[in-house]
């Protein structure tokens, strides 16, 4: 493979500044070094310009917001790399991704493009939904008449020759890239293998969340081959392809409407029930059954009396009964699930933060000066208060303005060594994969004399909701023992447990903190850990 050839990687970004350091940093930490960062901002409106700026290495164009196929354009004809590839801010590249595609194109000259696979990942980078490997050997022209194989941008090289002949089309607010496909793959050969290039992040704000657009983007795409189509396996393709992309689209879209109903218990829009009704009328009807059912357990709940719910529930003629805050009865816990799935929250509010907050009001004379706390900083304001001269957060993503520190705690060099007087880690640990890499990483940020201020569950259900395949690990005060004594002095160490067994039933029932006995809350019992809080010095 030659050195010498340039890759240019065009970086179009709106409004992802939070992703960008991440997605120009996967493209400097390639194994091929021969290449050129372009960010083009396309009229963002969030800190783009001085997250971009803060860049070294990297080229930065401006222009007013035009649409994701005119940044593409304005990267390319900005570039001079013999290869291209194009980037979303909010996606990254692997380290081999340039290296392996390069080869495949030098190898093969005649390609005017070649794909890889990709994985797709959540927010945070944990993998979520995986797609059928498609590994196409040739008539790729015919393939694409029938859907999309690649599924995801970053995982293509472009030869440059390709793009001075074709371009995105402006005209499309989605699908551009499935459009330039078929249009090169209609006069050239290209390739694709089975390598992993590149992860798509899935998040709120992508726009293939907008399902019924994305159809009716994909046929319009689809629709405008019809006049080039050639010969009847074309034409057989072309028809196959509308069905696909209709199917596809449509049980991806009943899919989630139907969770939205059986799951969060919520009506989904008249837009994307009257989008289903259309595409296909069948599920559509199905649907609407299961709102009408809904709605109807909605109003018996409203309008019954709780005697009667209560009585319905134990004879079996009602699936679900929940007590009303305050009423719940010795005979209410004759149950195999919990009165609240979230922790309490919706009653009240949780019983272990309760003590997680008596723990941080005893130690709040330890909170002051340069405090770093993960998440979001309402501890550090709360307890610490005036005493704090600095305020840090650690997030894996911009998540709110407070974050100063994007990162994984169990990898940080990007947090500076003796730099903290106090860390607030609460309710963490147990979602942190190499959990012993993030108390290593603590004790090396503390300064001398700084402590480390944690707490972790000990008995507790698992969160159902968007922490539930995060969750990772349970702890005892034995073990937390073991482990700061890894890293820290033992004389420096307090650690102490709250919970009781009547604590701990009424937090696995999902009782909110004013339902619980108030002189129960503080009978302590070393058997049944609710919470185990740690206070560390280096």
Known sequence: MSSQALVSVIIPCYNHARFLAESVDSVKQQTYTNVEIIVVDDGSTDDTKAVSESLPGIRYIYQSNQGLSSARNTGFQNSKGDYVVFLDADDYLYPDAIRINLEYLQQNSAWAFVSGWHDKVDEW???VEKDELSVIPDNHYIYFLQGNYIGMHAAVMYTRWVLNEFNFDTSLKACEDYDLYLRITRKYPVGCHDKNMAA???????????IPFMLQSALHVLKSQKVYLKNQQEEQAWNNGQ?????YYTSKLRNILNRQVSKTKQVPSQADRSALLRLKTKYGLQLEGKILKLKVKNVLKKVLP???KKTLYRRGYMHQYIPAPGTIQRADLERTSPMSNDFGYDRGGPVDRYYIEKFLNQNSNIIKGRVLEIGDNAYTLRFGGSAVTQSDVLHVAQANDTVTFIGDLSDAPQIPSDAFDCIILT???HFIYDYKAALKTCHRILKKGGTLLLTIPGISHIDKGEWKDYWLWSFTDTSMRRLMLELFE????????????????AFLYG???????????????????VIIAVSVKK
């Open 125 to 127: 980078k944990y993998p």
């Open 243 to 247: 069905s696909i992309w209709t199917d």
């Open 306 to 308: 709780d005697s009667i």
């Open 427 to 429: 309710q963490t640990l």
């Open 200 to 210: 798509y992040r899935i998040h709120g704000n992508n726009m293939s969340g907008s």
């Open 490 to 505: 033992d004389q420096q160490l307090r650690i102490q447990t709250y919970g009781n067994v009547y604590v701990a039933t």
């Open 511 to 529: 009782m909110g903190l004013p339902e619980v006995r108030a002189d129960f809350l503080d009978k302590h019992d070393p058997s049944y850990q």
